[in-house]
């Protein structure tokens, strides 16, 4: 649990720069199950950054040619980026690098012929 300080200066760096996008891999378990969930216990969920700068890369990865991708090692091989080591015990950091690493992939790569980028629950 985050105290009003720790979300303070984590809604701060989220808004260091609010022309950026928020990446995750999971936007529905990062922002709905982990960060709102803790941001309500200190009656501070008002203060996180709009759904519209979240960028969610298992959303995006649905729109890339082939059969569909949800995992981020299976997404991090299809771009040829490295995957995470099994070994190790899940690392969010690690995770988030991951996910902009791939977000970079998408955006940079040929489209789609359609592309949904945005953040929409389907």
């Known amino acids: ?6 979300s303070e200066r984590i809604v701060n760096f989220l808004n260091e720069d609010k022309d950026l996008p928020i990446v995750a ?3 529905w378990y ?3 199950k982990a960060l709102m969930k803790t941001f309500k216990r ?8 709009p759904k519209e700068r979240w960028r969610c890369t298992m959303i995006m990865s649905q729109k890339l040619p082939g059969k569909p991708l949800a ?4 997404i991090l091989e299809y771009f040829g980026l490295e995957r995470r080591e099994l070994s190790k015990f899940h690392d ?3 995770d988030a690098d991951l ?3 791939v977000y970079m992939k998408m ?3 040929p489209p789609p012929s359609v592309s949904h980028l945005g953040f929409t629950k389907e």
């Open 42 to 49: 200190v009656n501070m969920q008002h203060i996180l950054p």
């Open 71 to 74: 995992m981020l090692d299976d």
């Open 92 to 94: 969010a950091m690690t």
């Open 1 to 6: 649990m985050f105290s009003k300080g720790a």
């Open 99 to 101: 996910a902009a690493q």
């Open 25 to 27: 891999h999971n936007v």
């Open 107 to 109: 955006m940079t790569a």
């Open 30 to 32: 990062d922002l709905d």
